[in-house]
């Protein structure tokens, strides 16, 4: 994701919640092709935007699919 200087968290927080649920898409998709290398890759992703959340203190729980 990135972040520019003239994002508001509000804008951050959005953006960030799209790149979520796009990564997290992603991720289904290349475990159901059992794409190892892929979803490992995604996965790196995914923990990024999971602490920059927590970060900003938004809750996750009903948005993370992957719960990992």
Do not use: C, P, W
């Amino acid at each position: 994701m990135v972040v520019t200087g003239e994002m508001n968290n509000g804008e951050i927080i959005q953006k960030g919640i799209e790149d979520f649920r796009n990564i997290q898409q992603h991720m289904l998709f290349a475990k159901k092709e059992n794409s190892a290398e892929t979803y490992a890759n995604l996965k790196k992703q995914y923990f990024s935007l999971k602490a920059l959340h927590n970060s900003l203190g938004v809750n996750m729980i009903d948005i993370d699919k992957i719960k990992g």
